[in-house]
């Protein structure tokens, strides 16, 4: 669907660490393993990834798999001095040109991506970003991320296609690969501008050539192709072949460039511009379905694979980020942070200033991460390749094979709760980073987590599961019970490029968290204000071991949140020290996966058993009991069905008026689960999938924020998740 707002990826979180004293000290902000159990979530998605295309098969997906496309319109460019406009009505062609492709591009690229598949399994969601500020391009040739990344930073987009005011003839590819092969650390996504084509309205109207189920657009045609180049990213972190739309169209060239891949695609007999001519359909857009459905033969003739977009391909994310931290210097209470000069490197007692905040960044070619500044976005590097003591600083990304100047192993130390950071250059892996370079000393540092990702959360207190709310009246923030469907009590987070987020009314889009005149002071109030670019509207969570955090703004680095302090104040900043009304866990909503309407088995994954019901032994209070048997038939076959948002009911399949359901609408420990009637209570029989990497699925009811349903005995509510497979019959 096509949206002009954030598009939030919803992933499930880790929140882990320790009780913080007064003072900041990361010795007390540990969080267990979370570098490397993150590491290893995106290695199991690469490894699924790599097996599908081993096995030249794209598989079926119980759920829905969304993959966002930004496409940015910038109506004002300027180039050589003069400057290019678009009108944002209707009667200037081009921007409803533009609309008009948008539409075409996210119809056709959902159904050529599906159509191996024979199901909607992939949904292309496109959001519209307009950028109405002039563009100055100089003398270049085209509009490039770099002029309009600052525009993103409400989206997650996977690939961004510009265009706008200026046509351009010739090339229009921009940056065709993702952020981990690029020279700078700024970007998460590929991105290219492509044109709109005059050739698409003929006096006041846009033709139509034509197209159903392909392109009815020239204009679609070129964004497609230049997709599609982004999407050749996914072999350079695969290190495997992906369609290359260039090369496809050198089969049917008489005299085709020196490194022409002739002969090892199938012949392609139309090109885009015979569109022009009003020949749609054949062979061109064939092409373009193969490659996103994966399904183009490719290769010498006794060596030929199928290659493109499998089903893994579209849900791995490319951006292997892993958070944003503090790193406290071995044996010292000082913090590792960028120098002015944005080339060297130093400590100092933690400030307000995201030069001491560092992005870890996984790059799968040699298994390291990197250690980029989130004042520059540039990585930390051993100078010139050289191991020493004194050869660390900060420096463009390099873009070559060898990353092992520029990329760290971490080591986790769970008796110290800290990292060594070891060095990736051969002959030196026994080396560990200092604050000025390598040595052989076991230099432990403090790393805590800073970050959460974007999306729209919960905030709960971590003593009596108060969650925060906003307050109609006053716009002021207030504590209550928790209720699923109140808007006033979620927050969207939003992470901005200096490693900071905002947080912003999900109830009223335009009210923000803010610190009243940035003053830096005990009682200070926090309410909500209006949008502005001012840091009173910056926060940062700093988490602990046992699954809290605090939320500091960024004037302070030693006063947090708090609600209902000893002075009086409802929300004001306050000294941290450990206060229950200062420590939060931060819940995501709406975390379930999208999943296919259908009939399901439910495998429990500890056991190996299916989930099924006994149609004896009807208990008027409670209903039928959910117990595991061994035997596919219909009593262990359940009804999944959306209700809205992310939420399901799930029904045996013989019993179309009863419900999976959470007796007496109780959110406790040990709850039981059974199958009943329809009741008032919706939220007791509406369940949501919290996907795994591993494609297991954590089932938990609407009504909780901390429960999920476990089978041992019996089936009923446990903060203790587990695992289930869900296999889809129909």
Same mark, same amino acid.
């Given at each position: 669907?096509?949206?002009?707002?954030?598009?939030?990826?919803?992933v499930?979180?880790?929140?882990?660490?320790?009780?913080?004293? *007064?003072? !900041?000290?990361?010795e007390?902000?540990? =969080?267990?393993?979370?570098?490397?159990?993150?590491?290893?979530?995106?290695?199991?998605?690469?490894?699924?990834?790599?097996?599908?295309?081993?096995? =030249?098969?794209?598989?079926?997906? #119980?759920?829905?798999?969304?993959?966002?496309?930004?496409?940015?319109?910038?109506?004002?460019?300027?180039?050589?001095?003069?400057?290019?406009?678009?009108?944002?009505?209707?009667?200037?062609?081009?921007?409803? +040109?533009f609309?008009?492709?948008v539409?075409?591009?996210?119809?056709?690229? #959902?159904?050529y991506?599906?159509?191996?598949?024979?199901?909607?399994? !992939?949904?292309?969601?496109?959001?519209?970003?307009?950028?109405?500020?002039?563009?100055?391009?100089?003398? @270049?040739?085209?509009?490039?991320?770099?002029?309009?990344?600052?525009?993103? *930073?409400?989206?997650?987009?996977?690939?961004? +296609?510009?265009?706008?005011?200026?046509?351009?003839?010739?090339?229009?590819?921009?940056?065709?690969?993702?952020?981990?092969?690029?020279?700078?650390?700024?970007?998460?996504?590929?991105?290219?501008?492509?044109?709109?084509?005059?050739?698409?309205?003929?006096?006041?109207?846009?033709?139509?050539?034509? %197209?159903?189920?392909?392109p009815?657009?020239?204009?679609?045609?070129?964004? !497609?192709?230049?997709?599609?180049?982004?999407?050749?990213?996914?072999?350079?972190?695969?290190?495997?072949?992906?369609?290359?739309?260039?090369?496809a169209?050198?089969?049917? =060239?008489?005299?085709?460039?020196?490194?022409?891949?002739?002969?090892?695609?199938?012949?392609?007999?139309?090109?885009?511009?015979?569109?022009?001519t009003?020949?749609?359909?054949?062979?061109?857009p064939?092409?373009?379905?193969?490659?996103?459905?994966? *399904?183009?033969?490719? %290769?010498?003739?006794?060596?030929?694979?199928?290659?493109?977009?499998?089903?893994?391909?579209w849900?791995?994310?490319?951006?292997? @980020?892993?958070?944003?931290?503090?790193?406290?210097?071995?044996?010292?209470?000082? &913090?590792?942070?960028?120098?002015?000069?944005?080339?060297?490197?130093?400590?100092? +007692?933690?400030?307000?200033?995201?030069?001491?905040?560092?992005?870890?960044?996984?790059?799968?070619?040699?298994?390291?991460?990197?250690?980029?500044?989130?004042?520059?976005?540039?990585?930390? #590097?051993?100078?010139?390749?050289?191991v020493?003591?004194?050869?660390?600083?900060?420096?463009?990304? &390099?873009?070559?094979?060898?990353?092992?100047?520029?990329?760290?192993?971490?080591?986790?130390?769970?008796?110290?709760?800290?990292?060594?950071?070891?060095?990736?250059?051969?002959?030196? /892996?026994?080396?560990?980073?200092?604050?000025?370079?390598?040595?052989?000393?076991?230099?432990?540092?403090?790393?805590?987590?800073?970050?959460?990702?974007? %999306?729209?959360?919960?905030?709960?207190?971590?003593?009596?599961?108060?969650?925060?709310?906003?307050?109609?009246?006053?716009?002021?923030?207030?504590?209550?019970?928790?209720n699923?469907?109140?808007?006033?009590?979620?927050?969207?987070?939003k992470?901005?490029?200096?490693?900071?987020?905002?947080?912003?009314?999900?109830?009223?889009?335009?009210?923000?968290?803010?610190?009243?005149?940035?003053?830096?002071?005990?009682?200070?109030?926090? %309410?909500?204000?209006?949008?502005?670019?001012?840091?009173?509207?910056?926060?940062?969570?700093?988490?602990?071991?046992?699954?809290?955090?605090?939320?500091?703004?960024?004037?302070?680095?030693?006063?947090?949140?708090?609600?209902?302090?000893?002075?009086?104040?409802?929300?004001? +900043?306050?000294?941290?020290?450990?206060?229950?009304?200062?420590?939060?866990?931060?819940?995501?909503?709406?975390?379930?996966? /999208?999943?296919?309407?259908?009939?399901?088995?439910?495998?429990?994954?500890?056991?190996?058993?299916?989930?099924?019901?006994?149609?004896?032994?009807?208990?008027?209070?409670?209903?039928?009991?959910?117990?595991?048997?061994?035997?596919?038939?219909?009593?262990?076959?359940?009804?999944?069905?959306?209700?809205?948002?992310?939420?399901?009911?799930?029904?045996?399949?013989?019993?179309?008026l009863y419900?999976?359901?959470?007796?007496?609408?109780?959110?406790?420990e040990?709850?039981?689960?059974?199958?009943?009637?329809?009741?008032?209570?919706?939220?007791?029989?509406?369940?949501?999938?919290?996907?795994?990497?591993?494609?297991?699925?954590?089932?938990?009811?609407?009504?909780?924020?901390?429960?999920?349903?476990?089978?041992?005995?019996?089936?009923?509510?446990?903060?203790?998740?587990?695992?289930?497979?869900?296999?889809? !019959?129909?």
């Amino acid at each position: 669907m096509i949206k002009k707002f954030l598009s939030i990826l919803l992933v499930m979180i880790s929140l882990i660490s320790t009780l913080l004293p *007064t003072k !900041i000290s990361a010795e007390t902000i540990n =969080q267990g393993d979370v570098i490397n159990s993150k590491v290893a979530k995106i290695q199991t998605a690469l490894a699924i990834a790599q097996n599908e295309y081993d096995s =030249q098969a794209s598989r079926a997906s #119980e759920r829905v798999i969304k993959y966002n496309v930004a496409f940015v319109c910038c109506t004002k460019i300027k180039k050589n001095g003069t400057i290019y406009t678009m009108n944002k009505n209707d009667s200037d062609l081009n921007y409803k +040109l533009f609309k008009a492709t948008v539409a075409d591009f996210e119809r056709v690229v #959902e159904y050529y991506a599906n159509s191996a598949l024979n199901s909607s399994v !992939i949904d292309i969601v496109t959001d519209i970003v307009y950028v109405d500020d002039i563009i100055d391009i100089g003398s @270049n040739s085209r509009v490039m991320a770099s002029n309009i990344s600052s525009y993103l *930073t409400a989206y997650d987009p996977r690939c961004v +296609l510009i265009t706008g005011a200026l046509d351009f003839d010739g090339g229009i590819t921009d940056e065709r690969v993702f952020n981990v092969n690029r020279n700078d650390g700024k970007y998460n996504y590929g991105s290219g501008y492509f044109d709109l084509a005059s050739y698409d309205y003929n006096g006041g109207t846009l033709r139509n050539w034509g %197209g159903t189920k392909n392109p009815y657009l020239l204009s679609t045609y070129f964004a !497609i192709h230049e997709f599609i180049h982004m999407l050749q990213g996914y072999g350079d972190i695969l290190n495997i072949k992906m369609p290359n739309p260039d090369s496809a169209y050198e089969q049917i =060239q008489s005299n085709p460039p020196a490194n022409s891949e002739k002969g090892l695609y199938p012949q392609y007999t139309k090109s885009q511009s015979n569109i022009t001519t009003g020949e749609v359909g054949g062979e061109l857009p064939e092409f373009y379905k193969q490659a996103l459905s994966a *399904t183009v033969s490719y %290769g010498e003739l006794n060596n030929k694979k199928n290659i493109g977009m499998y089903t893994s391909f579209w849900e791995l994310d490319l951006n292997f @980020n892993l958070g944003s931290f503090y790193m406290q210097a071995p044996n010292s209470y000082n &913090y590792f942070k960028s120098k002015t000069d944005n080339e060297n490197v130093e400590t100092a +007692l933690l400030g307000n200033s995201n030069m001491y905040v560092w992005k870890l960044r996984y790059c799968p070619s040699n298994q390291g991460i990197y250690i980029l500044n989130s004042s520059n976005y540039l990585p930390l #590097e051993i100078e010139n390749g050289y191991v020493s003591n004194d050869c660390l600083r900060v420096f463009s990304l &390099y873009t070559g094979t060898d990353k092992s100047a520029q990329t760290y192993k971490f080591i986790y130390n769970s008796e110290q709760e800290k990292y060594l950071i070891a060095c990736l250059k051969q002959g030196y /892996t026994n080396y560990y980073m200092s604050t000025t370079g390598f040595t052989t000393n076991s230099n432990m540092w403090g790393i805590s987590q800073v970050s959460t990702d974007n %999306g729209t959360y919960v905030i709960r207190n971590a003593s009596n599961n108060q969650v925060l709310s906003r307050e109609d009246s006053n716009n002021s923030i207030y504590t209550t019970a928790y209720n699923p469907d109140s808007n006033n009590q979620k927050w969207i987070i939003k992470n901005l490029p200096n490693g900071y987020f905002t947080i912003q009314s999900a109830a009223n889009n335009d009210l923000y968290w803010d610190v009243c005149n940035f003053y830096d002071a005990n009682n200070t109030n926090v %309410g909500l204000f209006g949008k502005s670019d001012a840091r009173a509207q910056n926060w940062i969570a700093k988490y602990n071991s046992n699954g809290t955090c605090y939320l500091l703004p960024y004037c302070s680095t030693t006063r947090a949140y708090t609600y209902n302090n000893l002075s009086g104040n409802y929300s004001a +900043l306050y000294d941290m020290g450990g206060k229950s009304n200062q420590l939060w866990i931060l819940d995501k909503v709406d975390k379930g996966e /999208t999943i296919i309407d259908g009939e399901y088995y439910i495998k429990n994954n500890i056991n190996g058993r299916y989930l099924c019901y006994s149609d004896t032994g009807y208990d008027s209070d409670t209903g039928y009991a959910i117990t595991t048997t061994t035997t596919k038939n219909y009593l262990s076959t359940w009804t999944i069905k959306k209700v809205d948002g992310k939420y399901y009911t799930i029904q045996p399949k013989n019993r179309s008026l009863y419900y999976w359901d959470v007796c007496n609408a109780a959110d406790s420990e040990g709850t039981a689960v059974n199958i009943y009637t329809a009741t008032g209570y919706a939220k007791a029989q509406n369940w949501c999938f919290i996907k795994n990497t591993d494609g297991t699925y954590c089932i938990m009811p609407k009504l909780s924020l901390s429960k999920y349903v476990n089978y041992v005995t019996n089936f009923k509510l446990s903060s203790v998740m587990q695992n289930y497979t869900l296999e889809k !019959i129909s």
